[in-house]
């Protein structure tokens, strides 16, 4: 059963724009990179923003938001667990944060 995982990043202040649209960048480019053991792309959706549009003003501060779809629980638990692109990633973007939001649901 597909999987959604939501992820929304609230910077510290003290990260730049500069900063934020290159980490914007990495994450974007997942679908493509991150691959699985196999050796085959696996992310089958990546959708993101890094502007709330919502006229209810309820964004809380968050900057990024991106929704990625898996094939299973056990590729989730691939990229979160052994992905080297995700991990590396993870390692440049957590000294960034002030706080992020992760929510994963079946489909």
């Known amino acids: ?22 980490l914007w960048a990495d994450l974007n480019a997942f679908r493509t990179q991150c691959l699985y053991s196999d050796g085959k792309p696996y992310i089958l959706d990546f959708k993101g923003s890094t502007e709330n549009i919502s006229p209810e003003g309820r964004g809380q501060g968050y900057h990024q ?16 667990e052994q992905d080297p692109v995700h991990r590396a990633f993870v390692e440049k973007v957590k000294p960034t944060l002030a706080d992020a939001f992760i929510y994963d649901f079946e489909v």
Do not use: A, G, N, W
């Open 1 to 22: 059963m597909p999987v959604v995982h939501v992820v929304s990043f609230k910077y510290k202040d003290s990260v730049s724009e500069e900063q934020r649209s290159q």
């Open 65 to 80: 938001l991106f929704i990625s779809t898996f094939p299973s629980r056990e590729h989730v638990k691939y990229y979160l």
